[in-house]
């Protein structure tokens, strides 16, 4: 069983910041790709950052220059640190991440339950 869990979120004001992390627990033998998806009231979930298990990052284009991702290989995590917040990143950051598990032997994606980021003034 793997469980990925968010912390982080909240209510911040425009130009403002707010970090967020997401452990990966359970059987794991290695992850491959970790990610940052979110989805505003009406919208479909999109992704927001994605992280290889060497480093290599991709961003959306809405948050190119303002967020940053990253991930601690050795602990199972992976963060996501945004600045200079918008209105219009308010939306549910869900992590999402390929693991392969010691059971199952071959990559599954899993996603964990989702944090509010409510930027408002």
């Known amino acids: 069983q793997v469980h990925l869990v968010e912390s982080g979120g909240g209510l911040v004001q425009p130009g403002e910041s707010l970090r967020l992390s997401c452990a990966a627990s359970g059987s794991i033998r290695s992850i491959n790709n970790m990610a940052w998806y979110r989805q505003a009231p009406g919208n479909e979930r999109e992704l927001v950052a994605r992280?290889?298990?060497?480093?290599?990052?991709t961003y959306a284009d809405s948050v190119k220059g303002r967020f940053t991702i990253s991930r601690d290989n050795a602990k199972n995590t992976v963060s996501l640190q945004m600045n200079s917040l918008k209105a219009e990143d308010t939306a549910v950051y869900y992590c999402n991440a390929d693991i392969v598990t010691y059971a199952v032997g071959w990559s599954r994606n899993y996603w964990g339950q989702g944090t509010q980021v409510t930027v408002s003034s």
């Open positions: 992280i290889t298990s060497g480093g290599t990052t």
